[in-house]
């Protein structure tokens, strides 16, 4: 069972950093690759990035491309958002998801790939 919870979240000015984490309490992380997605009020869920189960690949959406950043350590059952030049359009609930590893990796844009979802974790960016 994947039970996934973030965290790192909150209040952010513009152009500052933040770093999400979101963290697997089950035995099976590295059967699973793992998204970011985001909702901000009024809008549909949309991709942010993901990494392969292996940390070997990873895909960005054009809107974060060099400002974000995506890892995991396998070893703490983690993956970690580091987010850099906040703008107040990054505004918006984050949520962390894993999908099957069997799963091709060019797939992992779409939410449709992804079985288990965490919480969310809300992110402010406002003077």
């Known amino acids: 069972q994947v039970q996934l919870v973030e965290s790192g979240g909150g209040l952010v000015q513009p152009g500052g950093s933040l770093r999400l984490s979101c963290t697997d309490s089950?035995?099976?992380?590295?059967?699973?690759?793992m998204g970011w997605f985001r909702q901000a009020p009024g809008k549909e869920r949309e991709f942010v990035t993901a990494?392969?189960?292996?940390?070997?690949?990873?895909y960005y959406a054009e809107s974060v491309k060099g400002r974000f950043t995506v890892s995991r350590d396998n070893a703490k059952n983690t993956t970690y958002l580091q987010m850099s030049s906040l703008k107040p359009e990054d505004t918006a609930v984050y949520y962390c998801?894993?999908?099957?590893?069997?799963?091709?990796?060019?797939?992992?844009?779409?939410?449709?790939?992804?079985?288990?979802w965490g919480q969310g974790t809300q992110v402010t960016v406002s003077s």
């Open positions: 998801a894993a999908a099957p590893s069997g799963y091709s990796s060019t797939r992992l844009t779409s939410t449709s790939v992804y079985i288990y």
């Open positions: 089950g035995r099976t992380f590295t059967r699973y690759h």
């Open positions: 990494i392969t189960w292996s940390g070997g690949t990873t």
